[in-house]
């Protein structure tokens, strides 16, 4: 894993959205949205009790039966059941607790950032694509051999060296990409748009750091107040025997029905 140690960082965590447009005057900027946040501190590691300084954020949510016993007991403590959760190292002890969240206002449009993902899977590919070799040449005489790697070392030591670079698993990869801009802020709806283009899939975690000071919401506790418990008095019913008449049947229209003589 690759630890960014600065001075005064500010991080976050978020998932990538489909690439979009955005205009600045009159000319446009291609950027790519990131719904970061709201993480929520796990666990906030120091010096004196783990022997390095850093953040435990959390993002999203998931079901708590899909979540081993062991973490489920640790995220009870901040009150969530999270689909990521990644470390951040800070150079010094941070002053937060857990339970704190850390959204979008925490940067501003201008920000230079660096943003860390996973790559997209390419799968077995050739040393054109993966390398970006040349290839054979295209004229007459080369045959079946427009897109293969040629040779491979000399006779001699009759093996292959280390680091040749042949076909092979391509993508699935930690990236990095430094010195991206923050075009513009959603706070509303938690979405950075970022200029350029980042590593990774839609929908795939990314780790957005940046120079510049955390800002943490403290969430309010809240208590959990018991119902009160309200007696409804049941009123006795009383049974009718079957067969017995409770009730004359009422006259109709006031007008009284007699026996008709035999």
Same mark, same amino acid.
């Given at each position: 894993?690759?630890?960014?140690?600065?001075?005064?960082?500010?991080?976050?965590?978020?998932?990538?959205? $489909?690439?979009?447009?955005?205009? #600045?005057?009159?000319?446009?900027?291609?950027?790519?949205?990131?719904?970061? *946040?709201?993480?929520?501190?796990?666990?906030? !590691?120091? !010096?004196?009790l783990d022997k390095y300084s850093a953040l435990q954020l959390a993002l999203g949510v998931r079901k708590e039966?899909?979540?081993?016993? $062991?973490? %489920?007991?640790?995220?009870? +403590?901040? =009150?969530?059941?999270?689909?990521?959760?990644?470390?951040?190292?800070?150079?010094?002890?941070?002053?937060? !607790?857990?339970?704190?969240?850390?959204?979008? @206002?925490?940067?501003?449009? *201008? #920000?230079?950032? @660096?943003?860390?993902?996973?790559?997209? *899977?390419?799968?077995?590919? =050739?040393?054109? +694509?993966?390398? =970006?070799?040349?290839?054979?040449?295209?004229?007459?005489?080369?045959? #079946?051999?427009?897109?293969?790697?040629? @040779?491979?070392? $000399?006779?001699?030591?009759?093996? &292959?060296?280390? *680091?040749?670079?042949?076909?092979?698993?391509?993508?699935?990869?930690?990236?990095?990409?430094?010195?991206?801009? &923050?075009?513009?802020?959603?706070?509303?709806?938690? &979405?950075?748009?970022?200029? =350029?283009?980042? $590593?990774?899939?839609?929908?795939?975690?990314? %780790?957005?750091?940046?120079?510049?000071?955390?800002?943490?919401?403290?969430?309010?506790v809240v208590e959990e107040s018991k119902a009160e418990e309200i007696k409804v008095e049941e009123t006795p019913?009383?049974? @009718?025997?079957?067969?017995?008449?409770?009730?004359?049947?009422?006259?109709?229209?006031?007008? +009284?029905?007699?026996?008709?003589?035999v």
């Amino acid at each position: 894993y690759q630890f960014f140690v600065l001075k005064i960082m500010k991080f976050i965590l978020g998932k990538k959205l $489909p690439m979009t447009q955005l205009w #600045d005057n009159d000319r446009v900027l291609a950027v790519t949205p990131v719904l970061a *946040g709201p993480c929520t501190v796990t666990q906030v !590691k120091t !010096k004196a009790l783990d022997k390095y300084s850093a953040l435990q954020l959390a993002l999203g949510v998931r079901k708590e039966k899909n979540i081993k016993k $062991p973490q %489920l007991g640790h995220f009870k +403590k901040a =009150g969530v059941a999270p689909m990521h959760v990644r470390e951040f190292r800070t150079e010094n002890d941070i002053d937060a !607790k857990i339970g704190d969240q850390i959204d979008v @206002s925490t940067f501003a449009v *201008g #920000d230079v950032v @660096s943003v860390t993902g996973t790559s997209k *899977g390419r799968g077995f590919q =050739g040393v054109v +694509k993966r390398h =970006g070799f040349q290839g054979g040449r295209k004229s007459h005489g080369n045959k #079946d051999q427009l897109r293969m790697p040629g @040779s491979v070392g $000399p006779k001699g030591p009759a093996h &292959i060296f280390k *680091g040749m670079r042949m076909g092979g698993r391509m993508g699935k990869e930690r990236v990095t990409i430094q010195n991206l801009s &923050i075009a513009a802020i959603d706070v509303e709806k938690n &979405i950075l748009y970022i200029k =350029g283009a980042v $590593p990774g899939a839609n929908d795939g975690l990314l %780790l957005i750091k940046g120079e510049g000071e955390l800002i943490f919401k403290a969430v309010p506790v809240v208590e959990e107040s018991k119902a009160e418990e309200i007696k409804v008095e049941e009123t006795p019913v009383e049974e @009718s025997k079957t067969g017995e008449v409770l009730a004359e049947a009422a006259p109709v229209n006031g007008i +009284k029905e007699e026996a008709p003589a035999v």
